[in-house]
């Protein structure tokens, strides 16, 4: 999608659905975010890309409220992020995240797996949960393993389930923190391919990965972190074919390598 700045001066602005202001994070003496400024639009697919301890994964675990920020703000959908546990468990109906690991519950069913939030947090009825549930399961190509337990099933899939999870809170921004890289390479694409529909149906992502390929199909833009800080960003042709930091060239040669 066109970033708003460059929309007609006569096209209605609204606000970014996600803003980061002078993010600060640090564990112990380690800092780990250093004054991270980032928003994302509406519909926006935003790609962090960056080498590993650049703050990528804890700037969304910060989003989502995992961790603690000890400095600047953080608003989504024009609520700023607090952290008493009202809060916290409101905001997070609004964030869906989907971690390296699946961490789906092994003792319930698929189904179970993607109903039981609704029905819990947030109140919903358990039929139209599990109504919903398995739309979700539709939708990433899994229905037909509903009543399976998630250690019957691939990486791949336990992941799809996984995504349909979090699609089930009904999130208005869904965060993807290396969701592939704890799978074969034979599994990573059919992972991708769920992702990249979600992105088309208009989905609002950040996603922290290191598969280029994605980045430059399905982003809208890329931001490259360093040393807990953004580098650089700007649409993906540009950021990963013409860096223009040296940071960005030294970590692209590296991926090259890889």
């Avoid at 640090?26 to 980032?38: I, N």
Wanted: hydrophobic share 40%; proline share 5%.
């Amino acid at each position: 999608m066109p970033h708003p700045d460059s929309a007609p001066e006569n096209t209605p602005r609204t606000a970014p659905l996600v803003v980061m202001r002078r993010i600060h994070k640090a564990f112990g003496a380690h800092t780990v975010l250093d004054g991270v400024d980032l928003s994302v639009d509406t519909g926006e697919v935003v790609v962090l890309i960056g080498a590993s301890g650049a703050g990528k994964s804890t700037l969304l675990r910060c989003v989502n409220g995992l961790e603690r920020i000890d400095s600047g703000g953080i608003v989504i959908d024009g609520q700023e992020l607090r952290y008493d546990e009202k809060s916290l468990n409101l905001m997070r109906r609004q964030v869906g995240m989907v971690f390296q690991h699946f961490n789906l519950w092994p003792h319930k069913s698929v189904l179970d797996n993607v109903a039981t939030a609704p029905v819990r947090v947030a109140g919903r009825d358990r039929d139209e949960a599990r109504e919903t549930a398995l739309g979700l399961l539709e939708q990433v190509g899994l229905r037909q393993f509903a009543d399976r337990y998630p250690m019957s099933l691939s990486g791949g899939q336990q992941q799809r389930v996984a995504i349909a999870r979090a699609l089930a809170m009904r999130p208005k921004v869904m965060l993807f923190d290396e969701p592939t890289s704890a799978l074969d390479p034979e599994l990573v694409g059919e992972v991708l391919a769920v992702m990249r529909d979600l992105a088309d149906s208009g989905m609002t992502m950040m996603v922290v990965t290191h598969e280029m390929r994605f980045a430059r199909n399905v982003a809208d833009r890329v931001v490259l972190m360093a040393d807990g800080g953004i580098a650089e960003e700007g649409p993906p042709a540009e950021v990963l074919d013409n860096p223009r930091s040296e940071r960005g060239r030294a970590f692209l040669r590296q991926v090259e390598r890889a």
